[in-house]
């Protein structure tokens, strides 16, 4: 029970990690907290759930039109609500995230509705037995894993790329 316990927390704690360094690279380089910075993640969860339910796109399609999505939501977010309050005082742009969040979040509501939606997938999850009570399923390792490559994938480009080499002297002197 403790190790299945351990895999659970590891599995979620993944995927918090990956929301935390989007947050810690938004605010290391822009020294802005983005308080719509989940509500971006929403609104992509719902655009590929919205792919897959309605149009009945393929998962890694629709994965991908949500990634475009919420890239050009995050872009006109930044272009709308963020930029043009660069040079105010360290509130004023505190205050527009919070904005962006609750205009975000209610958006969601009024679109979606409240109710909890589970997110249909093609995937076989088939559980994977350790000796005979410990139990992982196969989603949490796939978790585990795009988690774990994400991270160093991020990390590589943020040490060996010129994107990367850009962000971190932005961070340092704008």
Do not use: W
């Not at 719902?46 to 872009?75: E, H, R, W």
């Not at 249909?120 to 196969?138: A, F, Y």
């Amino acid at each position: 029970m403790l190790f299945e316990q351990l895999v659970n927390g590891l599995t979620l704690g993944s995927t918090y990690a990956l929301i935390a360094l989007g947050y810690t690279m938004v605010y290391g380089i822009l020294e802005l907290i983005n308080f719509a910075h989940s509500e971006i993640y929403m609104v992509g969860a719902f655009i590929g759930l919205t792919m897959v339910t309605v149009y009945k796109i393929p998962f890694v399609l629709a994965l991908l039109i949500s990634m475009a999505g919420t890239c050009l939501l995050g872009m006109t977010i930044e272009k709308i609500a963020y930029k043009p309050l660069r040079k105010a005082s360290r509130i004023a742009p505190l205050i527009s995230a919070i904005g962006v969040s609750f205009f975000l979040q209610n958006l969601a509501l009024i679109i979606a509705g409240p109710q909890a939606r589970a997110f249909p997938t093609d995937l076989k999850i088939s559980s994977i037995k350790i000796g005979s009570v410990v139990q992982i399923s196969s989603l949490q390792l796939l978790i585990l894993i795009i988690s774990i490559l994400l991270m160093v994938g991020l990390h590589m480009l943020i040490q060996n790329t010129r994107i990367g080499q850009a962000m971190r002297a932005t961070a340092q002197d704008k």
